[in-house]
């Protein structure tokens, strides 16, 4: 009896709490919608939706009830969700101006309160210049294409005749991604801070309550481990270069190299931001481009066309693509830029 009054009280809590933050946000002038349940909102519908073939139900349904633009709450906070085309345009246009890009607390506790993505202002600016110059310089284009080479072809070698694409496309991209940032081969090491940002990764499409979430609890963790891991790394190298050793030709050194005096966290935070952003986007569009082609033969055939030309232009099998082979790969681009059209 008294188990029963307890729940009873505390739904009409819930219930009461519930429509006063309605009429609350009703008086902001905010789009209609539904906040869902308290706390957790109407993120669990969202990932439900997400985990099955077609997610669009989710953004259908509120749309026919509401309209194109309505409110909801998703991943602890209070969210305004725009399925209008040009809306989107102006929110777009004047981010920076009108709007100001964020990400919900969730996440910024994954990426850390130094990554790029939520850097804002001069700091972001000088960041991302300092990432596109060292993406588009000589240095990395030296040795970007025997990297992606050597990896490709080390795990082909490794490959049965059973594979899972989409593993082995993340598997690739996990470890190129971490040779550019830090010049570290594949081993152990990266291997150990791969299963770790598969946690990390899981925990930004999870409820975001560590009481509730073991998903999110166990994603807190692993960035605790990640960070460690290359907190160290960093160090190590800061001082092998304060001591005159080797430069090495990556994006960890052109970030201690950088005018602006970034600290370790800073740095750390940043190379975390850049290996989440890489590994679950660039696998991905590399399978697909994969699916795509194999449902085009016709495109198929003039893809083996263009490279067995640049093929019979080497020396030997064994002899790698360099960047003035992937440029002259016209058709090639074409199909990763449909890819991406498609896909995005």
């Known amino acids: 009896m008294a188990f029963s009054f307890i729940l009873l009280l505390s739904s009409v809590a819930a219930a009461f709490l519930l429509f006063i933050r309605r009429i609350r946000y009703r008086r902001m002038g905010l789009p209609p919608g539904s906040l869902g349940y308290p706390l957790i909102g109407e993120t669990l519908q969202l990932i439900k939706a997400y985990k099955t073939e077609n997610p669009e139900p989710f953004i259908d349904e509120r749309v026919a009830r509401y309209g194109s633009v309505f409110m909801t709450h998703l991943f602890g906070e209070p969210t305004i969700f725009s399925a209008d085309a040009e809306m989107n345009r102006f929110v777009l246009q004047n981010e920076g101006k009108l709007f100001e890009g964020s990400y919900p607390a969730s996440i910024c506790n994954l990426l850390g309160k130094h990554s790029l993505v939520l850097m804002k202002g001069s700091l972001h600016k000088r960041m991302h210049s300092l990432t596109m110059s060292f993406a588009n310089s000589s240095i990395i284009k030296d040795h970007l294409m025997l990297d992606i080479d050597r990896l490709v072809q080390f795990n082909l070698d490794s490959w049965s005749s059973r594979v899972l694409l989409m593993e082995e496309a993340k598997k690739i991209t996990f470890e190129l991604t971490v040779k550019q940032l830090m010049s570290f081969d594949p081993g152990e090491w990266s291997e150990r801070l791969r299963k770790e940002y598969i946690l990390v990764?899981?925990?930004f499409?999870?409820?975001?309550?560590?009481?509730?979430?073991?998903?999110?609890r166990k994603a807190i963790k692993a960035r605790r481990k990640v960070a460690e891991e290359l907190t160290v790394v960093v160090m190590k190298r800061r001082k092998e270069e304060e001591e005159g050793g080797e430069r090495k030709k990556d994006m960890l050194a052109a970030l201690l190299a950088a005018d602006e005096g970034f600290s370790d966290e800073e740095i750390v935070d940043f190379l975390v931001a850049i290996l989440v952003a890489g590994y679950e986007t660039t696998s991905t569009i590399m399978t697909l481009a994969v699916k795509f082609v194999t449902e085009t033969p016709l495109a198929l055939a003039q893809l083996k066309e263009e490279h067995e030309t640049i093929r019979v232009m080497k020396k030997s099998d064994s002899e790698s693509l360099e960047?003035?082979?992937?440029k002259s790969m016209p058709f090639t681009q074409c199909v990763v830029n449909e890819t991406l059209r498609i896909a995005n």
Do not use: N
């Open 201 to 203: 990764i899981e925990g």
């Open 205 to 216: 499409f999870s409820l975001p309550i560590p009481l509730f979430s073991t998903t999110y």
């Open 323 to 326: 960047w003035s082979d992937y």
